[in-house]
């Protein structure tokens, strides 16, 4: 739930005790006949007190009540925009520690697995070494050869290389295939044996948003068919991307086992996925059937971001 829903959320929850001791109070009022009441205690004081000097007083207090309470949902207006400030500088800075930490791994790790694989092969080729030397050296080739491929996996997921060069409509097509070309290779899914089919579908230009929100949408699908791979035991994928007029929105579904809403405790992918649509100002829904009884049907990932918040972000 984003901060912007908890804020209405208890601005309903405000309003409701108002109605509820509105009535109670009226309850009680028509019960004792408190007017009349009222008005007989009253004609005790009429030559001291004039009651009718009560009403501008009673309105004067019930501005000021008003404007109090206009002045705390303008202060609350204010906090939330500071925290969705900060919540996104705090992904900023690990979006840069992520690209910090994939140059450092392709720059230093990645060129000493280099020299690694071509001192192994230079002795593989040495006709002086024995053959156990030369064994012992195409083992050292191939875990290094396996170092480099993981390295390079590591990379792309700290840093996806495509969404720097190519934007956000190419490095989501670049991610659905590499789930793909894995899923049809290593058959990721345990239950069945057919591999897991992903299904991506974009509509509208999703290339003209900043670096901020291109990341957001790259990072929010990218957990979510993690997530899928992991848990899901899913068989189909779809991924829809809709860029409308006044709103981005994004829908994940899969036909996988889902998982109980109620009990399954918010883990780290999906606290992350809802921490960068609040600071994006949207809302992220997700729905599984499995929480209603209704069988495997799966779960769905709906997010919604406001173009207004994008364009703002984009200033």
Request: hydrophobic share 40%.
């Amino acid at each position: 739930m984003t901060s912007q829903k908890i804020y209405w959320r208890k601005v309903a929850l405000d309003s409701l005790w108002v109605i509820v001791a509105f009535l109670s109070v009226y309850a009680i009022s028509s019960h004792y006949n408190f007017s009349d009441n009222f008005y007989t205690w009253a004609r005790q004081y009429e030559q001291s007190v004039d009651v009718d000097e009560w009403l501008p007083a009673l309105l004067a207090s019930l501005v000021a009540m008003l404007w109090f309470a206009k002045r705390r949902i303008n202060e609350c207006r204010i906090l939330i925009k500071k925290n969705h400030a900060l919540l996104q500088r705090v992904l900023e800075v690990q979006e840069s520690e992520r690209k910090r930490i994939a140059r450092d791994l392709h720059d230093d790790l990645g060129q000493y697995l280099s020299a690694i694989n071509a001192q192994a092969s230079s002795l593989m080729m040495d006709n002086d070494c024995s053959v156990s030397a030369k064994l012992t050296a195409e083992r050292i080739v191939s875990s290094a050869s396996h170092a480099f491929h993981a390295t390079h996996h590591l990379i792309r997921a700290l840093r996806p290389v495509a969404l720097d060069d190519l934007g956000l409509a190419a490095a989501l097509e670049h991610l659905v295939d590499s789930w793909r070309s894995l899923s049809s290779v290593s058959n990721m899914n345990v239950t069945s044996q057919n591999p897991t089919s992903y299904h991506l579908n974009i509509r509208g230009n999703i290339d003209q948003f900043n670096e901020t929100i291109n990341i957001a949408v790259f990072r929010v699908v990218q957990e979510a068919l993690n997530n899928v791979s992991k848990h899901a035991q899913a068989t189909r994928v779809f991924i829809h991307i809709h860029n409308q007029p006044n709103c981005l929105s994004i829908e994940i579904k899969d036909d996988g086992v889902g998982f109980n809403l109620s009990k399954q405790s918010s883990g780290y992918g999906l606290q992350g996925m809802a921490e960068r649509i609040d600071a994006l100002g949207g809302d992220l829904t997700i729905t599984s059937q499995a929480d209603v009884n209704q069988g495997n049907t799966g779960t769905k990932i709906y997010v919604q971001i406001n173009t207004v918040t994008l364009n703002e972000l984009a200033q």
